[in-house]
Structures are given as structure tokens and as C-alpha cells.
């Protein structure tokens, strides 16, 4: 995470200088890339290889390399049989098998694997085309994708748009249903219930309307759609204005059960695992939440706004101004604990906050803030040493979660902490800190903290070019040189880039 933002640094180091920028420019380089890109460019019309500057490589976990792959690693499939990589040299992507087979090279555009992996949707030249496992076309899809392909949850369904209306399409490309109407992807996730048999498409912000699985029309929406509740029997939307907000709450069938006011935020609502509990936050014109339960009779009154539940559903907290609330169920307030953002382990009542350190970019970097573990049965606190990775917060710490990086938007996913919650990892300039779920450190370790693997076991800190891998015990597993990409979604290899001397 540190690299890359260490590149933008830089990036805007030179731009705001023209004359460091124009003496950092070597004019034979600059010919002799575009000579390269003009060569890769006829490779690719006469199906040669291209001469590419980066490989990917896969390891098992003693360093032993068991394949290789042109140019530089992009994704893995969901189920981890196939993986993407991209050129950097021109805007060509491959896919690949685990075994370094190539099955697959397309103009780069937009490439998303269907969750259960076994389909992948690519845009090329405003084109949709759909391949199966082996790379096979199955089909030319109508319309386009408005940002990412629109898959189902079950892998059974694509919607495609055009400019006058919508294609539903089963898993080989064929259509199931054209919907008549200019609609857009929905803000928030993709539209489709949990078990993919209902989806809500909308015409601008709205009004909105909900279909099911065959593309038959259920009812119409008043509001901008929020989301389906975790058990997909309820969905809400959002009416009013910042000065007048309100949430419409309706069943499965699209009857309204209750209309909420007092609440705008397009975070909310944000679920408790059992979908009995939902909270909303007006973060417009104050940072206050609002508790319901799932038949939109009001709980209770919240100060502060971001929440988020613990795994059992027991405890919820809320952030403002610093501070983070701790609440119970019933709305009665536990405990005020300093920090930004708040998110609780996994399978667990402790909870972590983090505060960034002031200073403009370098905040993103996060690295001197103040980062602790509350335990919110006995109250315990723990400042530890170092700090979480502000953007992975970010990214991973909130309700919202892109379904590629979770198994749904109400599961918490944080790279920084072990999937089974009992170990995390916070990070300085200096080294990173392992700690166990009480938050006693268990060791001090070299390197930029970087991610934990899928299984919890391991996890990788990076110093420059050089990748340490590590146990949860703190012990050093393997050293080796290279750029850390990924895990395996197994978290039996790791994937590392390194760099070809390309002439």
C-alpha cells in the first residue's frame, strides 16, 4: 500500500515543477519506449507474443516458483483457477490458467470475473464480450456496462444497457428479457436481492423499479434504491432532500411497511448480521443515527453517524468528531473511545479505531496516528504501537463493500487482521507490530505491513524490492525479492512481480 502512494508523491513533486520535470526526461528513452510500443502494436495484429517488461510469478510458500505469467498480475478468479494479467507497455490483458497456460489475450478495458468464477465479462472497444472458464467466447452481449459488469449473485444473470432500454441475459449470453426504458447501474452494489431472484433498476436517481429473476415487472419504488436487507426480504430507499430526508421501507413483494424520517446518508442503511436491526445516519446536516427495527419501529436515537455491528449483533458503534460511541442493542450508550473510523474484529466484541495523522497526502500514508483495541464486554482499551493502514480502513471498514471483495456488503473484511480476528498487524515507517486480539504485542518485524492471508496464517511486510513472508507466531517463513501482489484466495502461494530486461 506504501509504494504506490509514494509514486503519487512524486508524480505531483514534478508536476508542480516543470524544470525538474524537463531534466528528468531523456529523449533516446522516450524514443526507445515508443519504438517498443509501435513493435508490441504490430505483435499483437500479427498474434505474436508481446516482448512484455514485467512477469508475475507464483510461489508456494517456501519460495518454490510453480508458474509464471506475462506481464503484470491484475486479479484471480473468485474459486482461484485462473488469474488476469495486464501489459504495461499497451492495452492488452491475458488470462490465464494456474499453470502459466495462456487461454486468453484481449484489448484492456474492463475485465470482471461472475462470483462464481467461472464466467469472465470484458469491454472491448464498447463492446461486451462473455467467456467461459477456458476462454472460449460465448457471446457478444448487447448494450454496454455502465462502470462494471453487472453479474448476479448466483452466476445466472447479466444486465447489459442500452440507450433506450436494458438486457437481462442468462449465463451464456442469451437474452432473457429487454426492458424497455433509459437505466443506469444502481449506485449502490448492483441491484440484485441476495438470492438473485429480485433486482432494482432505476431511470436517473429515480424513480426506481423492482423485477424479478425473469425481468418482469413487480412494482415501482418512490426514492433513489439504498439496498436489500442481508436476508433479502426487505429493500429501502431514499426520498426527500437534506432538509426534509426520508427512508421508504418496503417488503419483498414491494409493498411499503413504513416511511422514516430524519435520515440521509448513501451509507445507510447498515444491517445487523440477523437483519432484525437497521441503522441509518443523517450525515448531512448532523452526525446523528437512527436505530429500527426490521419493521421500521424506531429503537432509538444515536450520536454519531458510520456505524457499524459486532459479528453477533450485540453491540453497534458510531463515530463523531473523533470519538467513537459504543452502543448496545437497545440504544443505551457503553462507552466513548477516541478515533476516525471504528470496525470490529472478526467473530469478535472488540473493535479497533484508528486516528489519521494531520498533514495533507502524507495522512494517507497513515503512518504516526494512534490506533486501539476496546473489548466491549470489559471495557479494556489498549493504545498500540504504530498505526492500522488508513486505506484499508477505508476500503474494507465500512458496510459498503464491493461484492469482489467479500462475500456481501454486511461482512467486514480488514487486510490488517487475521480472518479469524485473533491477531492484527499495525505498521510505521520503521516495522510492523504483531499483536494478538487482547492486544498484547507478540513480535516486532521488518518491513510495511502489506496483508494477511485468506486462511489468517500468514502475512507479508515489504522493505523496497524485498518481500518478507511471516507466520502468526512472528517467525520469518521466506525472504525473497520482488514486488507483492497477492495471495492466493487459498492462501497457499503468494504472487509476486518482478522486472525483465526488455530492450
Not at 192 to 217: H, I, K, T, Y
Not at 480 to 491: H, K, N, T, W
Request: charged share 15%; hydrophobic share 40%.
Amino acid at each position: 500500500m506504501q509504494q504506490p502512494i509514494k509514486a503519487i508523491i512524486a508524480v505531483l513533486f514534478l508536476s508542480s515543477n516543470p524544470t525538474v520535470l524537463l531534466q528528468t526526461v531523456n529523449p533516446w528513452q522516450v524514443a526507445a519506449d515508443q519504438t517498443r510500443w509501435i513493435q508490441a502494436q504490430a505483435s499483437i495484429l500479427a498474434g505474436e507474443p508481446i516482448e512484455e517488461e514485467y512477469t508475475t510469478r507464483l510461489l508456494d510458500l517456501s519460495g518454490r516458483e510453480v508458474a509464471r505469467f506475462a506481464g503484470k498480475f491484475d486479479q484471480f478468479s473468485p474459486d482461484g483457477a485462473r488469474l488476469l494479467t495486464a501489459s504495461s507497455k499497451i492495452q492488452v490483458a491475458y488470462l490465464f490458467d494456474r499453470s502459466g497456460r495462456k487461454l486468453l489475450q484481449f484489448n484492456r478495458n474492463i475485465a470482471e470475473f461472475s462470483p462464481d468464477g467461472r464466467l469472465l465479462a470484458v469491454v472491448d472497444g464498447g463492446t461486451n464480450y462473455l467467456y467461459d472458464a477456458s476462454g472460449r467466447e460465448l457471446a457478444q452481449l448487447p448494450g454496454r456496462f455502465l462502470g462494471a459488469p453487472i453479474f448476479s449473485p448466483d452466476s445466472q444473470r447479466i444486465v447489459s444497457f442500452a440507450e433506450d432500454s436494458t438486457y437481462l441475459l442468462n449465463a451464456a449470453g442469451q437474452q432473457i428479457a429487454q426492458i424497455q426504458g433509459p437505466f443506469r447501474k444502481v449506485l449502490l452494489g448492483n441491484g440484485f436481492s441476495p438470492d438473485s431472484q429480485q433486482f432494482v433498476m432505476c431511470q436517473r436517481l429515480e424513480p426506481c423499479f423492482l423485477f424479478n429473476a425473469s425481468g418482469q415487472l413487480l412494482t415501482q419504488l418512490e426514492g433513489e434504491f439504498i439496498g436489500f436487507s442481508p436476508d433479502g426480504q426487505k429493500l429501502i430507499t431514499s426520498d426527500g432532500d437534506s432538509n426534509n430526508p426520508i427512508l421508504n421501507l418496503y417488503n419483498r413483494s414491494g409493498q411499503k411497511i413504513a416511511q422514516l424520517p430524519g435520515a440521509y446518508s448513501i451509507f445507510s442503511p447498515v444491517f445487523s448480521p440477523d437483519g432484525q436491526l437497521f441503522l441509518v445516519s443523517n450525515e448531512i446536516v448532523g452526525d446523528t443515527s437512527y436505530l429500527y427495527n426490521s419493521s421500521g419501529e424506531a429503537v432509538a436515537q444515536l450520536r454519531g453517524a458510520d456505524g457499524k455491528f459486532s459479528s453477533s449483533g450485540k453491540f453497534l458503534v458510531t463515530v463523531s468528531n473523533k470519538t467513537v460511541y459504543l452502543y448496545n442493542i437497545a440504544g443505551n450508550e457503553i462507552a466513548q473511545v477516541p478515533g476516525e473510523q471504528a470496525a470490529f474484529l472478526p467473530g469478535s466484541e472488540t473493535f479497533v479505531t484508528f486516528i489519521w495523522r494531520v498533514g495533507g497526502i502524507q495522512s494517507f500514508v497513515s503512518l504516526g496516528g494512534e490506533s486501539r483495541l476496546f473489548e466491549s464486554a470489559t471495557g479494556s482499551l489498549v493504545l498500540l504501537q504504530g498505526e492500522l493502514n488508513s486505506l484499508e480502513v477505508m476500503l474494507f471498514g465500512t458496510d459498503i463493500i464491493p461484492s469482489t471483495l467479500s462475500n456481501g456488503p454486511y461482512k467486514i473484511e480488514l487486510s490488517f487482521v487475521s480472518s479469524d480476528g485473533q491477531c492484527l498487524v499495525t505498521t510505521d515507517s520503521e516495522a510492523s507490530y504483531l499483536y494478538d486480539a487482547a492486544g498484547n504485542q507478540l513480535a516486532q518485524l521488518p518491513g510495511v505491513f502489506q496483508k494477511f492471508s485468506p486462511n489468517g496464517q500468514y502475512f507479508v511486510t515489504t522493505i523496497d524490492d524485498t518481500i518478507y513472508l511471516f507466520d502468526r507466531s512472528g517467525t520469518k517463513r521466506l525472504e525473497i525479492a520482488g514486488e507483492f501482489r497477492s495471495f492466493s484466495p487459498d492462501g497457499q502461494h503468494l504472487v509476486i512481480t518482478t522486472q525483465n530486461s526488455v530492450h
